[in-house]
């Protein structure tokens, strides 16, 4: 149970609860020990007819009281312990997010959302199962089985007590083999039901792909397949839940078919009362319950563990990116950058991404990268923006290395406008307003909007910037994403502002209008445009070309366009296509 240890903080601070919620178990677990007890008496008093209507209303009373004593003992360990487990997947899983959001990108690109999502809910599942109903069967098991066990023996005797309980560690058995079946074919159901509910998401998704393809009829028969495998697995973990209860039931009949020949035996020679006879037949009933927890919870405890050293390895993987001891108090940045000499092969990759970059952009100027795609433009923001770290060379942002300025630091200071301008699901507002912990004034996201040309645009939605983006709102074209993606980095107000590819969805009109809205605002920062465009960096101070991870021409336009190179080549294609789209 080492795999557990993680939880000790929770277990400390929460044993209270645990404690309480057994002492409730076991006060319930007595008064079941009680009721045989009355019904002995109630039965030979019957028998010896000494009975009177009013001390039958009083077994009757006493028999009404354990069964209020249940229900209330029942309520509060349910409260105690399952509410505590609850309250423990609420920890795990706040613990796991929490941990997960310091990994490093290349974490996410290792581990598939599916298998993250999967952690979060199954695992986690599983652990409080182990943690909640698990200590309930653990307490049940060890307790009743002992205490109905003496009362069993106490009651009558020795003999009877072992032929009836012949058959019941079978039960266990026969319930912990049968626990693993079920348990895997519960699996395999879940697995083809997520792979049918993948299939129909993504058929929805691109369901203009499919109709423009007419793969409609195609779509049916995977569709079909699919849930014929989901219906197949069903139909398997069905069987198995049919043979369960009756081999349950069967095993149980054993006991009282030996109890009631040997048990009737002993009561025909006078061996044992009537009642001792009714109390005996009434504890097995008892014991039928610890027997099949006893089967259920090596497997519970089994999978929880399994469960918890998969949480265990994540909370045990390191940041890859994170601030070092040397690192400087520097909390704002003026916004040079220089790349010296850099180097750089991802993680997952054996060929350069990056070779021996070299590059300075003072201050207040602008940096145009253009190069085809693939060839390492994106690596070298990557890099900048420290989500991945260098193999070689050095980094300097305001003449320090960039990893001794704090990745906050560091990161506050950029605006950045990623290549895939990923939005989320909510607001138009809220998500121009992403960096802002505290409510941003209306003024400052139209402004932000303004700049980056897309304010007319949204003023038309209904409900302009309280309109909801993604799977319940609107769609936004992808010249919409790219410039609402934009407004989210200029509200920033950023000393560096990096544009990826940025302006590759918007006509060449207003390509120009926000290119000189940001000129206006962007005077003093420094700015790194990527672009496959030539127009949307010709003005640049300076404009490096790459090629398989190399420079392989710099300066301004003007000098490019004098060397014979990608350059001039790119820029006379791109005049070419502007001169056929305008005949
Ligand atoms: N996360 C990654 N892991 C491994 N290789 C990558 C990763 N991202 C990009 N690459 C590779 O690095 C090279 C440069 O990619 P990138 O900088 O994205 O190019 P660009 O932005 O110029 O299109 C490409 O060969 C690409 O396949
Ligand atoms: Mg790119």
Redesign the pocket.
Known sequence: MGSFKTLKDFFIKHKWYYIIGIVWLLIVDIVQLIVPQILKTVTDLLEQELLTTSELLKYAGYIILTGLVIGLGRYFWRIYIQGTSRKLEYYIRNKLFQHLQTLS??YF?RHKTGDLMAHGTEDINRIRTALGPGIVMITDAIFMTVAVLFMMIKTTNFKLAILALIPLPFLAITVGKFGKIIFKRSKLVQESFSDLSDKVQENFSGIRVVKSFVQEKQEIEKFTESNQRNFSANMHLIKIHGLFDPMVNFISALSYLIVIWYGGTLVIRGTISLGDFVAFTSYLGLLVWPMMALGFVINILQRGAASMDRINTILGENPEIYDHENIIDKTNIQGEIEFNNVSFK????N?Y??KDVSFKIPKGSTLGIV??????????V?LLLRL?EIDEGEILVDDIQSSKIPLKTLREHIGYVS?DNFLFSNSIKSNIAFAFETEVEDSRVHEAAKISEVYDNIMEFPEQFETELGERGVTLSGGQRQRTAMARAIIKNPNILIL??SLSAVDTQTEERILSNLKNVMEDRTNII?AHRISTVKNSDEIIV?DE?KIIERGTHEELLKVNGLYRDIYEKQLLEEKLKNE
């Open positions: 990108t290349n690109n991802y993680p997952s990759s060929e991404a990056l190069g085809r795609t693939g060839s390492g433009k994106t690596t070298i990557n991945f290549q990826d590819d990527i790459l991870g």
